[in-house]
């Protein structure tokens, strides 16, 4: 069953740009995948809706992004978590790289996470950004821009910057971890005999060697 509104994302790319072009999901999961987005969007709000300082804020919303980030490559890496997650030398933005890098699912979702990635890099090591107002004013454009790519069709409205970063990161979560369930499936399916049958039937109808 395919699902086109699993999120309320626009994240339809075109076919063959990644494996996940659209979300599929069998029905039986549909309740799962619909759990999910509500818990990730009860998790979300339950840590940043009292939150009144910025820089706060962003810390909170980026450790979320980046935990959902290696929840999306643990589905696909069986020894993701033994032999990167815990490696020093492994960072977060190494994993959005590798996240986009795999292309299964569309790569704005991993913008949005670099976005927020950047947005608290500044916050962190430079002191006199204490709020959304004083962040470089290409981070609050790239805000705008990524929102811009989520919801393509909907009339552009331009909003406080900490409104636009809260809307940023919400939806940012929500993407990725929308995807986790094809992610496992395909992780499962890959190990599975009924794959090599069906690959083998694939290059055998096209002759491919």
Do not use: W
């Amino acid at each position: 069953m395919v699902n086109r509104k699993a999120t309320p994302l626009d994240l339809e790319c075109q076919k063959g740009e990644v494996v996940f072009y659209t979300q599929v999901v069998h029905s039986s999961e549909m309740g799962k995948v619909f759990a999910e987005s509500q818990d990730t969007m009860a998790s979300y709000f339950q840590h940043v809706a009292k939150l009144s300082d910025d820089r706060l804020l962003v810390l909170t919303a980026e450790l979320m992004i980046e935990s959902a980030v290696e929840n999306y490559l643990s589905a696909i890496m069986p020894e993701y978590e033994n032999m990167l997650a815990n490696n020093r030398g492994f960072s977060f933005s190494l994993g959005i790289k590798i996240a986009k890098a795999l292309r299964l699912s569309p790569s704005k979702l991993f913008d949005g996470a670099d976005t927020v990635r950047r947005i608290r890099n500044e916050f962190v090591h430079n002191l006199e950004t204490k709020t959304f107002e004083e962040l470089n004013p290409r981070l609050i454009n790239e805000m705008e821009l990524v929102l811009r790519t989520y919801f393509p069709k909907q009339p552009l409205t331009r909003r406080p910057p900490r409104e636009a970063f809260k809307g940023l990161a919400l939806f940012t979560l929500l993407g990725i971890t929308s995807y986790v369930p094809n992610i496992r499936s395909l992780s499962s399916f890959l190990r599975d005999d009924a794959f090599l049958q069906i690959l083998e039937t694939f290059l055998n109808e096209r002759n491919i060697r």
